[in-house]
T-cell receptor, first 116, second 115 residues
Framework: GAVVSQHPSRVICKSGTSVKIECRSL??????MFWYRQFPKQSLMLMAT?????????EQGVEKDKFLINHASLTLSTLTVTSAHPEDSSFYIC????????????FGQGTRLTVV | GQQLNQSPQSMFIQEGEDVSMNCTSS?????WLWYKQDPGEGPVLLIA?????ELTSNGRLTAQFGITRKDSFLNISASIPSDVGIYFC???????????????FGKGTKLSVKP
């Protein structure tokens, strides 16, 4: 299948700082990218959907100003956690979709964020 | 709102045994997807189901799309140690008419194999 790469895979940051996570589709153009959050032993929760060149659509309860999403090209989306706090510590996973079918969405390997 | 309920939450099995897990919802889904997630990794798609009643296999894995469109099951035959992981069912969110590919996930079934 297609490859979606997330970077970094792990990051530790101090409370109050911002962290940027990158999601790249390596061998296809992603018209849509999704960002999920996963707490330990829990399911993936969709945070936002982004289409290249337009503003991201956030799920209810997700703060737009805290989780900044930029989808500047067809192969790159970034999630910036601004003014991070310990409760933002989580596993963040992106997914990139190349076509119209659900089988054409591929997940990155995830980013473990720890805010201390 | 839409919810996917998976059972069991976790299971221990003996190597070589068959495994069965299922996913139910109070809402109708037009697509059922089964993923496996290894520790510290993103989910990997195992099987996609698009029609009610559809039965699809992928190696030792078999999944079925329930007739009522409100459930699906996943079977693993002759389990091996590398089957360990968390299995999630997923379906399209009805938000935005389900057109963008947004998925909602079940809570997962954690599979552990006894040595």
């Amino acid at each position: 299948g297609a490859v979606v790469s997330q970077h970094p895979s792990r990051v530790i940051c101090k409370s109050g700082t911002s962290v940027k996570i990158e999601c790249r589709s390596l061998d296809f153009q992603a018209t849509t990218m999704f960002w999920y959050r996963q707490f330990p032993k829990q399911s993936l929760m969709l945070m936002a959907t982004s289409n290249e060149g337009s503003k991201a659509t956030y799920e209810q309860g997700v703060e737009k100003d805290k989780f900044l999403i930029n989808h500047a090209s067809l192969t790159l989306s970034t999630l910036t956690v601004t003014s991070a706090h310990p409760e933002d510590s989580s596993f963040y996973i992106c997914s990139a979709k190349s076509g119209n079918f659900y089988t054409e969405a591929f997940f990155g390997q995830g980013t473990r964020l720890t805010v201390v | 709102g839409q919810q996917l309920n998976q059972s069991p939450q976790s299971m221990f099995i003996q190597e070589g045994e068959d495994v069965s897990m299922n996913c139910t919802s109070s809402s109708i889904f037009n697509t059922w997807l089964w993923y496996k997630q290894d520790p510290g990794e993103g989910p990997v798609l195992l099987i996609a189901l698009y029609k009610a009643g559809e039965l699809t296999s992928n190696g030792r894995l078999t999944a079925q799309f329930g007739i009522t469109r409100k459930d699906s099951f996943l079977n693993i035959s002759a389990s091996i140690p590398s089957d360990v992981g968390i299995y999630f069912c997923a379906g399209p969110s009805l938000d935005y008419g389900g057109s963008q590919g947004n998925l909602i996930f079940g809570k997962g079934t954690k599979l552990s194999v006894k040595p």
